[in-house]
């Protein structure tokens, strides 16, 4: 299996441009979650789906932050206008979400470094 | 806001075992104890978890104390490629908890 993979692995872009950031989960996982990294506040849960649903997105910083999930097998974050402080890397995981959770590990990918000058 | 403590950094001599502690003092019945690790420019990864019982994998060892309000992750011969940041993470496994909540982590650095 390839794992989770994202694209692109850098970004970089301009104030109020749209951003749109990719995820490809482990085939077969039910749960697909999109996390953020700065150094300020460290690894932050954005968004999580459960069968291509949104379950919980209070993480999401604004309305300028959206996420779709529209199969199995894809999922995007977009940010719409991006701004400075947007700048962070950006993780997709996966997780099968067995019932009972005992084999529920989270996959994470390697992430998307965003810059946004 | 992450249920544990950790101490913020830790050295550890290459070939040498690694104890990483973590405080989870208010911790329920039905949580959980998971240990992720993010190598630098990585995504985390998972190590290990456990409920209650000590638990050991080809990657570490978990010990959780009886009343559960601590553990401590063992590396048992470090590596310098297990330089990291080491999470503990306290959560229910569940379908509804799904969620993994990080805090600051303890950065370990293994020195030759």
């Known amino acids: 299996d390839a794992g989770v993979i994202q694209s692109p692995r850098h970004e970089v872009t301009e104030m109020g441009q749209e951003v749109t950031l990719r995820c490809k989960p482990i085939?077969?996982?039910?749960?697909l979650f999109w996390y953020r990294q700065t150094m300020m506040r460290g690894l932050e849960l954005l968004i999580y789906?459960?069968?291509?649903?949104?379950?919980?997105d209070s993480g999401m910083p604004e309305d300028r932050f959206s996420a779709k999930m529209p199969n199995a097998s894809f999922s995007t974050l977009k940010i719409q206008p991006s701004e400075p402080r947007d700048s962070a890397v950006y993780f997709c995981?996966?997780?099968?979400?067995?019932?009972?959770?005992?084999?529920?590990?989270?996959?994470f990918g390697p992430g998307t470094r965003l810059t946004v000058l | 806001d992450a249920k544990t403590t950790q101490p913020p950094s830790m050295d550890c001599a290459e070939g040498r075992a690694a104890n990483l502690p973590c405080n989870h003092s208010?911790?329920?019945?039905?949580?959980?104890v998971y240990w992720y690790r993010q190598i630098h420019s990585q995504g985390p990864q998972y190590i290990i978890h456990?409920?209650?019982n000590n638990e050991t994998n080809e990657m570490a060892s978990l010990i959780i104390t009886e009343d559960r309000k601590s553990s401590t992750l063992i590396l048992p011969h470090a590596t310098l490629r297990d330089t990291a940041v080491y999470y503990c993470?306290?959560?229910?496994?569940?379908?509804?908890?799904?969620?993994?909540?990080f805090g600051g982590g303890t950065r370990l650095m293994v020195k030759p």
């Open positions: 995981a996966s997780s099968s979400g067995l019932a009972g959770g005992l084999t529920d590990t989270q996959y």
């Open positions: 085939s077969g996982h039910d749960y």
């Open positions: 789906f459960n069968n291509n649903v949104p379950i919980d």
């Open positions: 208010t911790i329920s019945g039905n949580e959980y």
């Open positions: 456990g409920l209650k």
């Open positions: 993470i306290v959560r229910e496994n569940n379908n509804a908890g799904n969620m993994l909540t």
